[in-house]
């Protein structure tokens, strides 16, 4: 679990100077590697100090713990947001300040200083003036790049702050998890944590960009109100009207809305994926039992729901960026033309101030403002779901009595010599110890236990399924919280091997070592009590093989032996050991016991459970449980004398299992690096380790056809079209709407100067009578009167006026209706390509091989169902949309600034020709690092996924602190990708913005050097205004651009997924009602898990009859489940399997498999009813299905069908687990039945059980069964018995073993004398019978 990756490279960052840092010039060689080569995880450096994910853990631990107390003192609940806000609250403030400056004090200058520009064309020419102009233009184009520079940095600085809060709010969750004790795990899920530390945890990256402009907007709001005021006087109260109804009613309600369905889309998400979770864990069980439709019905069912309020946000999204097209427009249509009807004299510098004026309140008060609200509700849901994850159960330290064994590989020789010396631990005492796992529970688990245990005695713990014995040793281990007695450790050290071991991917060493140093003599002895040596041997890496997820690559039983091989390592007092005999075959079972219980471990307290009571005869005490209570305990004769003693006896034994000579490559999740033998053999540390299989991962850029893929599964071409022609059109109204307001102005200008000009006359005035008189210019006199002509003219104005005012409203409406409809249009067209490329992608998974699952641990397949279609659902629309808008904004600027000044296409072509090639090199570097920062991600999920399966037994061998370092440091990994992508993104706006304020400046300049004196007012002020609009939306639109280019990495990995490779599926329907007699016939079978591999199977032939019992036995690695695999096609196979003389592989797959009943080897349950573990497809009546648990004697132990199974069926012993199994195969009624080493994991007498049910109840069927037990199938009709994928001996058991040389008989004889005698007179008994039965 140790992290792979090792960055060495120091973040550049840390070294630059101050320029660098400035224009960010230190990312260039980043922007060279990225744009030449790629990048790959190898080119990260190192996160920097602040960033690390344990200092900030800690920081944010120690504020919760804080939190905690303080709210216990004052009686609240605890607010995970004071939290935060305690960690952060001063960088963030910091740069809340620094945004202020921004937007408070030089934002506002930028439309002051522009309409003194603009004054300058509508006045009279003087140098003086002339002069005043340039100034005027130097300080708006300063302003402007001034502000655009400084508000990125801010964003960088305020996403940095995001990031560590993610970062330590993940670290904290883990820590959590290290600590939840048995009734938290119970309430929650692998796959809400993961939802949690993929999308949840996601919003405080959103929000931190956002949350200081909550307190900057009103103060802006309140300074640029005034600079309006003195423009436009009481017309100011009609803008802010507008600005108030906008974004206090419609977006606050809005943003609260969103929030509430965020949180309804939250818990919709945990739910899928806490099913796609379960999924892949039983995914082989799931596929035996064509299980696969009830699975796609349950997700169908849940995706639906779940898309259905993100339907709801995505209109809601829509509306809120339409509105922010159309506010401006609108805000600024109620301050001019209330202004015009209140009798102002309106002009370009007025108007185009406004637009500017009127821009940043709409950016501040509609977008930024809004979306403030919107992440902070989505935030609040966050922190919601958070806190109740970090308020569940804990592990109770005080239940907990064990000394922590030393595992710190910088351990003092002082240290090491005190803990030799330390005193010996007492005797391990339990007394009246009652128990529960349940608070509520009317029943302990455990009552009345007292046992005493000196120091190194060997007890053996046995009992009937669910009596209650791994529950002691969980008790012991203090998971299990005692309500009565006491429980005293005596101060030892506790190590323990779990009943299910837990592996994890990496090589077979590591999962022994689990972070302690590594100690050859130890080892050694350890490998050679564990029976690991040949093991080792025959992998062509030795203990560097690599260990697929949960130990795919290995057989249970050298599953069980690395479980106990990693116990057995750890020094300790006492060594608990659950079951780890069940899953190894007798030979092997004698040797564990022999040369590690009663020999490695000889001068320790041992404590073993077990079924196989042969194994306790050297015992110290045996302890029999029944019912959760103690019913006999005493030495092995006394015990041996108990009526359940003799209930629980079984004589029978088994055959060794020795080392595979190949490994099971349909599940090797490795690369193997090596494959030569030292041949040394304490030469353990001579090889490379093996590595996992890497993730597959897109390079360059991601390829049209993905794009054409994500847009194809949402539309149709109608719908498309329809879409663009919407999208057009609404862009044409909007610009339409922009020019005519030119239009207006430059008629206002042309009309006043025509008055001005209609008026110049010389007036002079009579002091005695006060009278007029006027002297007429000779150019401009007519045959009218010059006062009725003047008039005239201010009559026209007024006329026009209100022509221009129609027009414009219609325009404005135009544009409000069309720019909502595209947007909810598009909106919708994009959530269809999501749900449909979800369904594309889970049908795919469903029907892939099971070699994909075997090579891809479950994080990884679950990133993609978690936090790339989070991304494709809710992130993708918003910023397609978003920059869908914003081009078409920057398009309809460039063409109107083209139109009043045509001079500027050459200048556009150049800027666009910059902007271009910057753009190309960002994104090839931007793509690279959102793939590497993908593929970071999952070694964390995986991590998280791993830790939470095998929780007992890290927290037994006090792996918690090495864990959780592993954690961060996998973290760490992810903070420098996702460091890089932030500054990437920084770099380009801020060059984007010098080239965008570049243009304005040339704009400026032509304007004002080309001016001949007929250069209107109006057509510069539409130039300029939305020129430095130009400058904020070129950086956001291709912001948003870029974003989506990267983002669109996610939709490229869920395409991925929509083309795996299948499993060949289709076929011919079975005849009705096959198979009849289950006649089952293997001819020139052969199995390969890989093409390039060897065959597993080699050319088998066998002829199963109609109502055989065929048990198939064999060392491990002999073929025996590779003949299941071949049986149900879960590998492609060379040759035939024919049942009832139907080749099995004409048969469509799906009817293939639900005519076959399976009992696996590990029982899988689901987190759902009873019933619905049992019948999914709701075929059967309740009556039925009591029918079959009455039939496996469980009737009895389940209280209703409704009765919920915990994950994994956690809250059923393993024995009962297993029944349930086999009560699913009793309600299938098949005629053909196999059991994979079905009763491996229960006591004798739940074997028996089974046995007996399948005699009575299956009778009329074949089946076959891979035999753990050799008394298991010493009645069977035929035994078939394999070596090396081939069968070299079948025959009915008794006739086998009257070939002495016979393989059969040579795994008898292992069993010892007496039961070997048992087995051969069960088996000449059962031989008797046969003939009979044939005779008859």
Known sequence: MDCKVVLKEENPHDKANLLSKIFLTWSFSLFRRGYKKGLTVDDLCKARDGDHSGRLG??????????????????????????????????????????????????????????????YFSEEKTPEAYLWAHVYNFLMNFLSILTSIMATHSGLSQGCVGMRVRIASCSLLYRKILRLGRSGLTKTQPGQVINLMSNDVNRFDMAALFLNCLWITPFVVIVVSYLVWQRIGLATLAALGVIFLQTIVVQVYLSNLQGTLRGKIAKRTDERVRVMNELLSGVQVIKMYAWEKPFEKLVDKLRKLEVSYILKTSIIKGFSTALSVFSERFILFAGVVTYVLIGGDITSDITFSLVQYFNLLQLLSNILFPLALSFLAEANVSVRRIEEFLLLDEFDVSNDKRIKPQNDTNVTEKEKIDEKERSKPSALILSGVHASWRPDSAMPTLRNIDITVPPGEFIGVAGLVGSGKSSLLQLILGELPHSQGTVSLGGARVSYASQEPWLFVATV????????????????????????TRDFEQWPARDSTMVGEHGVSLSGGQRARIGLARACYRQAD??????????VDTHVGKHLVSECVMGLLRFSTRILVTHQLHHLKGADKLIILNNGEIQTQGHFEEVSRSPLFAELMDEEEEPDQAPRKYLRQRTMSIQSHTSTITGAEGGFDTLEDETEEEEVTGTGRVTAAVYKQYFRAGSGWCLMLTTIAGIILAQLVTSFSDLWLTYWMNNVEAGTKKFQMSENFTETSDNTTGVMNFTVNPMTADNSSILEEGVLSLIVINIHHYFFIYIWAIAILGCILLTT????????????SSIRLHNQMFSNILAATMRFFDTNPSGRILNRFSKDMGIVDEILPRMYLDSIQIFMVMFGILVMVAIVSPYMIITTLVCAVFMYLWTTVYLSTAQAIKRVEGVTRSPVFSHVSATMAGLGTVRACDAQEMLRKQFDDKQDIHTAAWYLTLVTNTAFLIWLSIISAGYVAIVAYVFLILDDGSTKSGNVGLALSQGLILVTMVQYGLKQATEVISQMTSVERVVQFTSLPREESQGQAPPAGWPQRARLVFKDLTLRYDKDSDPVLKKLNIEIESGWKVGVVGRTGAGKSSLISALFRLAPIEGHVYIDDVDSGSIDLKALRSNISIIPQEPVLFSASLRYNLDPFDRYTDADIWAALEQVELKKSVSSLSQVVESGGSNFSAGERQLLCLARAALARNKLLVLDEATANVDPNTDTLIQKSIRNYFANCTVLTVAHRLHTVADSDRVVVMEAGEIVECGHPHELLQHDEGHFTRMVKQLGAAAEQSLRDFAASAHAKHNQKQSA
């Open 58 to 119: 800690d920081r944010l631990e120690q504020a919760w713990e804080h939190e905690i107390q303080r709210a216990k003192g004052k009686g609240y609940s605890p607010s995970f947001s004071r939290a935060i806000v305690r960690s952060f609250w001063l960088e963030y403030m910091i740069d809340g300040l620094f945004l202020g400056i921004v937007y408070i004090v030089l934002r506002p200058l930028v439309p002051f200083t522009l309409s003194l520009f603009i004054s």
């Open 509 to 532: 060493r590591q999962n022994i070592l689990f972070g302690l140093p590594y100690d050859p003599v130890r080892y050694k002895k350890v490998v050679h009590a564990c029976a690991l």
């Open 574 to 583: 006492i060594y608990l050991l659950d079951d780890p005999l069940s899953a």
């Open 821 to 832: 409809a595209r947007s909810v249009l598009f909106m919708w067209m994009c959530m269809r």
